[in-house]
């Protein structure tokens, strides 16, 4: 399981954008995100980068791992 920080995620619609964004990718399960918390825990096999260039490309910022 991996858990990092998202800034930018203010409402419910940022929170389904990151987790589409992120559920996309092959080797994601499940991708939790706790908008209160600023986290997106993802369940599965998928790379760091490959998760992390997922939430970048759907706008918002990655800081480092929870």
């Not at 203010?10 to 929170?15: D, E, Q, S, V």
């Not at 990718?25 to 991708?31: K, S």
């Not at 908008?35 to 997922?54: D, I, P």
Request: with cysteine.
């Amino acid at each position: 399981m991996l858990t990092l920080k998202v800034e930018g995620m203010t409402c419910g619609h940022c929170a389904q954008t990151v987790t589409k964004a992120v559920e996309a990718l092959p080797a994601v399960e499940r991708a939790l995100v706790d908008l209160t918390a600023g986290e997106v825990t993802v369940e599965g096999s998928a790379e760091e980068s490959a998760v992390r260039k997922a939430i970048e490309d759907a706008g918002y910022d990655v800081k480092d791992a929870a």
